[in-house]
């Protein structure tokens, strides 16, 4: 059963997501944020300190968006539920590139907003840094934008990883104060992915844990 290590609304919300879509059972636990200061124990199983952390038998990794392809491939091989595109689908590039383009070009802006704009004390924290880099982020929404004007989700026609990757930084981006911006077909996108029953199963599980294990219930990325 794998075990995820995640802070609220981090970018371990992906794999979290991916699990309660695959409906699978698995382990939550939950950390202050950030654990590398709140938790120094947590640096024994994660040399890095950071979030997402996942655990799988013997197998260990720490990145949201590949997290989100192993837990696709390896709890659902035969792709029943449709979550991952293999090799042979005229879309796998696509499916590939959007996977990977949610963290690597939407999260990297956005944690540079985070930074400047909220965690750094007053006295470090650079407005024109944060403004800069929020202007970014919602520039690199325009490839989404285009792909979106005819098309449901990013690849194959269906909801996939690579929607819950870039579901998770239009999410942070919401928490940022910056959903008001998004292009519309981004705008109607996003409502679809946050209704979607898997995204709430998330939410109510990452609180649900917290309050369990003591843990607070804010958004890390507050």
């Given at each position: 059963m794998p075990t995820l290590y995640h802070c609220m609304s981090a970018r371990s919300f992906r794999p979290l997501w991916m699990l309660e879509e695959l409906q699978v059972p698995y382990?939550?636990?939950?950390?202050?944020?950030?654990?590398?200061a709140l938790q120094r124990s947590y640096l024994d199983i994660n040399v890095l300190g950071t979030v997402p952390f996942l655990e799988d038998g013997d197998q260990t990794m720490t990145e949201s968006a590949a997290m989100c392809q192993y837990l696709a491939e390896t709890q659902d091989p035969d792709n029943r539920l449709g979550l991952w595109v293999g090799r042979g689908e005229r879309d796998h590039a696509h499916y590939l590139n959007w996977l990977h383009h949610g963290e690597a070009t939407l999260t990297f802006p956005q944690t540079l907003v985070l930074r400047y704009g909220r965690f750094e004390p007053p006295e470090r924290r650079l407005p024109q840094v944060a403004e800069d880099y929020g202007r970014w982020f919602l520039a690199r929404l325009r490839a989404i934008a285009a792909r979106l004007e005819h098309k449901p989700f990013l690849a194959a026609d269906r909801f996939t990883g690579a929607d819950i990757s870039v579901g998770?930084?239009?999410?942070?981006?919401?928490?940022?104060?910056?959903?008001?911006?998004?292009?519309?077909?981004?705008?109607?996108?996003?409502?679809?992915?946050?209704?979607?029953?898997?995204?709430?199963?998330?939410?109510?599980?990452?609180?649900?844990?917290?309050?369990?294990?003591?843990?607070?219930?804010?958004?890390?990325?507050?």
């Open positions: 382990a939550l636990q939950m950390l202050p944020f950030p654990p590398r998770y930084a239009l999410m942070l981006g919401e928490v940022l104060g910056l959903s008001a911006q998004y292009p519309a077909s981004v705008q109607a996108y996003w409502e679809r992915l946050r209704q979607r029953p898997g995204h709430l199963r998330a939410l109510a599980a990452q609180e649900q844990a917290a309050r369990a294990q003591g843990v607070a219930v804010a958004p890390a990325t507050a």
